[in-house]
């Protein structure tokens, strides 16, 4: 018997698992120690990053998220990647922020097909006052859905943060998108510094952080190791990582960036997943493009987290269909918010919105 368990001729069911011990949260992360990481052996690097996941998290359990753009297009800053910079020459039209109800009418829509948060993200380089207190009325009315809130709405000051978390919102997404290193050949309207003050204000305020980057822009494996370290290093792991796979735009620079290795996405979630052992970490853009087989080696790495629903902000995302058949395919149940009347999408789910960290993963199987 090895600390896993016997060796394994029939999978143990998760609940006669025998119990791995969590990995300590480190915050002083080497970009040498990253890249190790990343160029360990695929099967080594998995096998670590699935014992580390079955340590804190349920591995069949999966979160879904909901996007809905607020306002679109006509953005100032200059982002390489994004549709929605005024920037580049993009065929997006563009669209004035959303009244309260068609972001109700969406939000509901998320609910009914199980999605337990809903994230509203708006083509802003930072909020004004006016808007933010539309933004502020939007987030309580999704509250009061009885949905997890997140929105993402450019750099932040304190005082917003604040008022935001006044309202009641749960998670603030802002990216740090890249390494340092590579930051500059992507953007160059705001600062490296900029996001991780963001960030700052976000935390200081008892928000959840959701924050993450972008893959495939043209950055090397060092790139990637390097964004980890800055991830797993701030102050607090971000609850919440998104890991994107560019989404190429036509009339953006980095529009025809040769496409990244598949195993390089596998690998960095698998990284992510060890180095920030208790947080959520989302196959979050690009999944519309992706196999079933490919996605399936994300979760295995430990991606736990996916947007759901047939839109991400102004791009297809995989169909809820597709998903509901994958989800049922690999026997992954979700969590979804208390709310009796909704529809069940697919496979199964389960009522484990509590978002512990060091969640047992020995819950009762709900199939
Ligand atoms: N304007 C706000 C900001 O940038 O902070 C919020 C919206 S912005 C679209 C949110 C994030 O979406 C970006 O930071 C980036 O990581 C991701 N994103 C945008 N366009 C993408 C694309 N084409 N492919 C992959 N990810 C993308
Ligand atoms: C994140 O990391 N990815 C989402 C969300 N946060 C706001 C956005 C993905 C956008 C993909 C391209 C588009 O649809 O415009
Ligand atoms: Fe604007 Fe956000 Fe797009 Fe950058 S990513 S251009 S800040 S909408």
Redesign the pocket.
Do not use: E, M
């Given at each position: 018997m090895t600390e896993f368990g016997p060796p394994m001729h029939a999978a143990p069911k998760p609940s006669e698992a025998p119990v791995v011990v969590a990995a300590p949260e480190r915050h002083d992360w080497t970009v040498d120690e990253a890249e190790a990481l990343l160029d360990l052996p695929f099967n080594d690097l998995l096998f670590s990053a699935q014992r580390g996941h079955r340590a804190r998290f349920d591995p069949n359990l999966i979160q879904l998220s909901t996007?809905l753009?607020i306002k679109t297009g006509g953005c100032s800053e200059d982002c390489g990647?994004?549709?929605?910079s005024a920037h580049h020459e993009t065929t997006?039209e563009r669209e004035r922020l959303l009244e309260l109800n068609q972001v109700l009418d969406a939000a509901r829509a998320a609910r009914a097909v199980g999605s337990s948060r809903f994230?509203m993200?708006a083509a802003w380089r930072n909020p004004t006052e006016k808007n933010l207190e539309r933004v502020l009325a939007m987030v309580e009315g999704v509250k009061a859905l009885g949905m997890e809130t997140?929105v993402?709405l450019g750099m932040l000051t304190a005082g917003q943060a604040q008022r935001l978390a006044d309202a009641g919102l749960d998670y603030y997404?802002h990216?740090l998108d890249t390494s340092p290193e590579f930051y500059g050949q992507v953007i160059s309207t705001r600062t490296y510094q900029d996001r991780l003050e963001t960030l700052d204000h976000v935390r200081a305020a008892g928000l959840k952080t959701?924050?993450?980057?972008?893959l495939g822009m043209g950055e090397g494996r060092r790139d990637r190791a390097s964004m980890l370290c800055q991830l797993a290093n701030l102050p607090a792991h971000p609850e919440s990582v998104?890991?994107?796979l560019l989404?190429q735009?036509e009339g953006t620079p980095l529009f025809g960036t040769d496409a990244l290795d598949p195993f390089e996405l596998v690998r960095t979630i698998a990284a992510a997943r060890l180095m920030m052992p208790g947080s959520y970490v989302?196959l979050?853009?690009?999944r519309d493009d992706m196999s079933d087989e490919l996605q399936a080696l994300c979760f295995l790495a430990g991606a736990n987290s996916v947007?759901y629903g047939e839109?991400?902000?102004?791009?297809?995302?995989a169909g809820s269909d597709r998903d509901r058949a994958l989800f049922g395919r690999l026997g992954l149940a979700f969590e979804t918010v208390e709310a009796p009347d909704r529809a069940e999408p697919g496979g199964c789910h389960r009522h484990t919105n509590d978002h512990d960290r060091a969640r047992s993963p020995r819950v009762e199987q709900a199939r």
């Open positions: 996007l753009s990647y994004c549709s929605q997006l994230c993200g997140c993402t997404n990216n959701c924050s993450g980057g972008i998104p890991i994107n989404v735009i989302r979050s853009a690009g947007f839109r991400l902000l102004t791009t297809d995302n």
